[in-house]
């Protein structure tokens, strides 16, 4: 099965997000590695294990993650990213600026204000 294109892949939820970006820039991980990292990257983090499991089990159905058997365990599971960051990044952009930008310039040069004032002001709560 040739993989999929950037454009068919599905949008995630930010839960899923947040996974997804956990195992792109810390992978593989497995799901206690997972958990540990989201709770590393917002100490406020709240979720067990089996929501975890979800998160991540969705991410493997929607073509972003795969799944292989841990090295000689019969039952866990290392995962890791099936797509480039980058593409997944670009298709959850292309999400928020249908849906919040709607092709207006006035918009766009309010969001890139925003953005350029998020990224240059110092924060606790970036990754």
Same mark, same amino acid.
């Given at each position: 099965?040739?993989?999929?294109?950037?454009?068919? #892949?599905?949008?995630?939820?930010?839960? *899923?997000?947040?996974?997804? $970006?956990?195992?792109?820039?810390?992978? @593989?991980? %497995?799901?206690?590695?997972?958990?540990? =990292? #989201?709770? !590393?990257?917002?100490?406020?983090? *709240?979720?067990?294990? %089996?929501?975890?499991?979800?998160?991540?089990?969705?991410? +493997?159905?929607?073509? $972003? +993650?795969?799944?292989? !058997?841990? @090295?000689?365990? %019969?039952?866990?599971? #290392?995962?890791?990213?099936?797509? @480039?960051? =980058?593409?997944?990044?670009?298709?959850?952009? =292309?999400?928020?600026?249908? *849906?919040?930008?709607?092709?207006?310039? *006035?918009?766009?040069? %309010? &969001?890139? !204000?925003?953005? =350029?004032?998020? +990224? &240059?002001?110092?924060?606790?709560?970036?990754?």
């Amino acid at each position: 099965m040739p993989p999929r294109r950037r454009l068919d #892949l599905p949008y995630l939820a930010p839960s *899923e997000w947040q996974v997804f $970006y956990v195992l792109s820039k810390r992978g @593989p991980l %497995t799901i206690r590695d997972i958990g540990a =990292e #989201l709770v !590393r990257m917002k100490p406020d983090f *709240e979720a067990g294990y %089996t929501t975890i499991l979800s998160y991540v089990q969705r991410l +493997v159905r929607k073509g $972003y +993650v795969r799944q292989q !058997r841990l @090295p000689g365990s %019969t039952t866990a599971h #290392l995962y890791r990213t099936k797509v @480039p960051f =980058e593409f997944a990044l670009s298709r959850q952009v =292309e999400r928020f600026l249908a *849906e919040f930008i709607f092709d207006d310039a *006035e918009n766009l040069d %309010t &969001l890139r !204000r925003i953005v =350029e004032d998020h +990224v &240059l002001a110092p924060s606790t709560t970036k990754p």
